[in-house]
């Protein structure tokens, strides 16, 4: 690589120290004690990105570019600080698209002066990865936040029309890179990723979101990374890379949580039908706020399961309470995070640290399993899936082999539910039915405040 | 010899990216995720020399587009991480 001149190399160089910060940063992320500094150690090197960008030569004038500081600052400054903890899901859902479609528009620009095939190649895959990470993500952030039905949408012919897309964007792709001057394939690539992004995610149900925003968040990683070979940018490569592979590794640990492949979850359409039809033996056995307290104050070992029921009643703070007298009362309290509870990776995780829990506190699957055999009271809320042993115990269940977190293991499991209605696929949970299984009926919130007036009083 | 050169910085930082994001824990997931979205706005930098041709043409537009969305993702992501792992805390710290 050859400087044109000393700016040049001023500009080269910085982007090495940014790409170096950035892999600092993801590095301190690797311990809860020293996360914050890596974020702000990233956000340094960003910064020291866009001041050198500015240096460029080819830029003349700086109204648009500041415009776009401006809007891009107001819009995302807001977001940050206004969102719910409990709408993190969208919100991230929401930003892999503002990503997609930035580098689908860099890659359009790029156009401008691209000579070399590779480039128009480049150009090609920027615009398409883009352009699908952002319908797709605004199909997913529909379906988080319930804007349109969360539900897996399947329809005859579905495969078909999907594969016709795809070779329409093969096809129109291959036209684009031989005559990039008629400018109909570029309309055409653009429009069939935008399609192709809503056609991918509308099969896909609410509870296969972490998987879907996952994904999502790689490949808006990806688009940069193509956007970075189109305008020959190499912090883009490595940058957009980095995030590739975080998207990438997440999507795996939320499979692997649900013993799913990752082409299951994108194309079954799990839990559009109810497949489930095993009858469970046994008796609900309901239990009062006041007997549950003569339990809870007993225990000595108390875990406490949180699924995305936790996020809908906004019951975390008073779980907290809770816990606080718990442990006020002598009890150890733990908490036991599954992969999948919620709606994103670590959103149960999110939601206890902003209740003051902890960090400590709060246990991985495979670390609360192997003690919960001293547990004397599990409480699971609104959690079902997650705790359900026919993972374990029935093989014609379509969970069975998903590892779940053993709460039957313990001495009781009392369950707060809304009612008998079964979780997302419709799937039976044997540990409803199960000897020492108490159920407190109600909400979450409400069910865990009488407890807390129940120690109160 | 460019197209060679910029390939291999790939390939290094999808391996780099694999060793440093598997020893993330689970209990930072989703900051990770916001964190990541704040790193995915790098894409302001290519679209910053864009928008600023000084040609009024549909290119220039479109970098300026790019340049707000970009940046969106860049002061989102980093400040909605900050307020997330701020509220992280240890046992018996900061109460």
Same mark, same amino acid.
């Given at each position: 690589?050859?400087?044109?001149?000393?700016?040049?190399?001023?500009?080269?160089?910085?982007?090495?120290?940014?790409?170096?910060?950035?892999?600092?940063?993801?590095?301190?992320?690797?311990?809860?004690?020293?996360?914050?500094?890596?974020?702000?150690?990233?956000?340094?090197?960003?910064?020291?990105?866009?001041?050198?960008?500015?240096?460029?030569?080819?830029?003349?004038?700086?109204?648009?570019?500041?415009?776009?500081?401006?809007?891009?600052?107001?819009?995302?400054?807001?977001?940050?600080?206004?969102?719910?903890?409990?709408?993190?899901?969208?919100?991230?859902?929401?930003?892999?698209?503002?990503?997609?479609?930035?580098?689908?528009?860099?890659?359009?620009?790029?156009?401008?002066?691209?000579?070399?095939?590779?480039?128009?190649?480049?150009?090609?895959?920027?615009?398409?990865?883009?352009?699908?990470?952002?319908?797709?993500?605004?199909?997913?952030?529909?379906?988080?936040?319930?804007?349109?039905?969360?539900?897996?949408?399947?329809?005859?012919?579905?495969?078909?029309?999907?594969?016709?897309?795809?070779?329409?964007?093969?096809?129109?792709?291959?036209?684009?890179?031989?005559?990039?001057?008629?400018?109909?394939?570029?309309?055409?690539?653009?429009?069939?990723?935008?399609?192709?992004?809503?056609?991918?995610?509308?099969?896909?149900?609410?509870?296969?979101?972490?998987?879907?925003?996952?994904?999502?968040?790689?490949?808006?990683?990806?688009?940069?990374?193509?956007?970075?070979?189109?305008?020959?940018?190499?912090?883009?490569?490595?940058?957009?890379?980095?995030?590739?592979?975080?998207?990438?590794?997440?999507?795996?640990?939320?499979?692997?949580?649900?013993?799913?492949?990752?082409?299951?979850?994108?194309?079954?359409?799990?839990?559009?039908?109810?497949?489930?039809?095993?009858?469970?033996?046994?008796?609900?056995?309901?239990?009062?706020?006041?007997?549950?307290?003569?339990?809870?104050?007993?225990?000595?070992?108390?875990?406490?399961?949180?699924?995305?029921?936790?996020?809908?009643?906004?019951?975390?703070?008073?779980?907290?309470?809770?816990?606080?007298?718990?442990?006020?009362?002598?009890?150890?309290?733990?908490?036991?995070?599954? +992969?999948?509870?919620?709606?994103? +990776?670590?959103?149960?995780?999110?939601?206890?640290?902003?209740?003051?829990? +902890?960090?400590?506190?709060?246990?991985?699957?495979?670390?609360?399993?192997?003690?919960?055999?001293?547990?004397?009271?599990?409480?699971?809320?609104?959690?079902?899936?997650?705790?359900? +042993?026919?993972?374990?115990?029935?093989?014609?269940?379509?969970?069975?082999?998903?590892?779940?977190?053993?709460?039957?293991?313990?001495?009781?499991?009392?369950?707060?539910?809304?009612?008998?209605?079964?979780?997302?696929?419709?799937?039976?949970?044997?540990?409803?039915?199960?000897?020492?299984?108490?159920?407190?009926?109600?909400?979450?919130?409400?069910?865990?405040?009488?407890?807390?007036?129940?120690?109160?009083? | 010899?460019?197209?060679?050169?910029?390939?291999?910085?790939?390939?290094?930082?999808?391996?780099?990216?694999?060793?440093?994001?598997?020893?993330?824990?689970?209990?930072?997931?989703?900051?990770?995720?916001?964190?990541?979205?704040?790193?995915?706005?790098?894409?302001?930098?290519?679209?910053?020399?864009?928008?600023?041709?000084?040609?009024?043409?549909?290119?220039?537009?479109?970098?300026?587009?790019?340049?707000?969305?970009?940046?969106?993702?860049?002061?989102?992501?980093?400040?909605?991480?900050?307020?997330?792992?701020?509220?992280?805390?240890?046992?018996?710290?900061?109460?």
């Amino acid at each position: 690589m050859e400087f044109t001149s000393g700016m040049e190399m001023v500009i080269q160089f910085s982007y090495i120290v940014a790409a170096g910060l950035f892999i600092y940063g993801l590095k301190l992320l690797g311990s809860a004690g020293s996360a914050r500094r890596g974020n702000m150690l990233s956000a340094s090197g960003m910064l020291l990105a866009m001041v050198v960008a500015l240096l460029d030569q080819g830029i003349v004038e700086y109204q648009w570019i500041l415009l776009g500081f401006v809007v891009g600052g107001i819009i995302g400054g807001t977001a940050a600080r206004m969102v719910q903890m409990t709408s993190m899901p969208e919100m991230v859902a929401l930003f892999n698209g503002f990503g997609g479609m930035a580098s689908l528009l860099v890659g359009w620009a790029a156009l401008a002066t691209a000579t070399e095939t590779f480039t128009l190649v480049t150009i090609v895959l920027s615009i398409l990865i883009g352009g699908l990470t952002f319908t797709g993500s605004l199909i997913a952030y529909g379906k988080l936040s319930e804007k349109i039905g969360s539900g897996a949408v399947m329809f005859k012919g579905q495969q078909v029309v999907n594969s016709l897309i795809v070779l329409g964007i093969v096809a129109s792709a291959v036209m684009f890179c031989i005559e990039p001057g008629n400018a109909q394939w570029l309309y055409l690539v653009i429009g069939l990723s935008l399609l192709f992004g809503v056609m991918a995610v509308i099969p896909i149900g609410g509870a296969d979101m972490p998987v879907v925003i996952s994904l999502l968040n790689s490949y808006s990683g990806l688009a940069a990374c193509a956007a970075g070979f189109a305008v020959n940018n190499n912090i883009l490569i490595v940058a957009g890379s980095l995030v590739g592979a975080s998207g990438i590794i997440l999507t795996q640990i939320m499979c692997k949580a649900m013993n799913r492949s990752l082409s299951n979850v994108l194309f079954s359409g799990f839990g559009s039908v109810s497949s489930d039809t095993t009858e469970v033996e046994g008796e609900i056995k309901p239990i009062s706020a006041e007997d549950a307290y003569y339990v809870l104050e007993a225990a000595s070992n108390v875990a406490i399961i949180p699924g995305y029921g936790m996020a809908v009643a906004q019951a975390q703070h008073v779980v907290k309470e809770l816990c606080e007298l718990l442990e006020r009362n002598g009890a150890e309290v733990n908490f036991g995070i599954h +992969p999948v509870a919620g709606r994103m +990776p670590g959103h149960m995780n999110v939601l206890l640290a902003e209740a003051d829990v +902890p960090y400590d506190q709060l246990l991985e699957m495979d670390d609360i399993n192997p003690r919960m055999e001293n547990v004397d009271v599990a409480i699971v809320i609104g959690a079902n899936d997650v705790v359900n +042993p026919a993972a374990r115990e029935v093989e014609s269940s379509p969970i069975y082999g998903m590892p779940v977190i053993n709460v039957d293991h313990a001495r009781t499991v009392f369950v707060l539910k809304r009612s008998m209605a079964s979780g997302f696929a419709g799937i039976e949970n044997p540990l409803f039915y199960k000897e020492n299984t108490r159920m407190l009926f109600g909400d979450a919130k409400e069910s865990i405040s009488g407890l807390v007036r129940e120690f109160s009083s | 010899m460019e197209i060679v050169f910029l390939t291999f910085i790939l390939m290094l930082s999808i391996f780099l990216g694999f060793e440093l994001i598997t020893k993330v824990p689970a209990t930072l997931h989703t900051p990770l995720m916001s964190g990541a979205n704040a790193i995915s706005g790098i894409t302001v930098v290519g679209a910053i020399s864009l928008a600023g041709t000084g040609q009024q043409d549909l290119a220039n537009w479109l970098g300026a587009a790019a340049v707000a969305l970009a940046t969106i993702n860049v002061v989102g992501g980093y400040m909605v991480t900050d307020r997330m792992l701020a509220m992280f805390k240890k046992k018996g710290s900061g109460q």
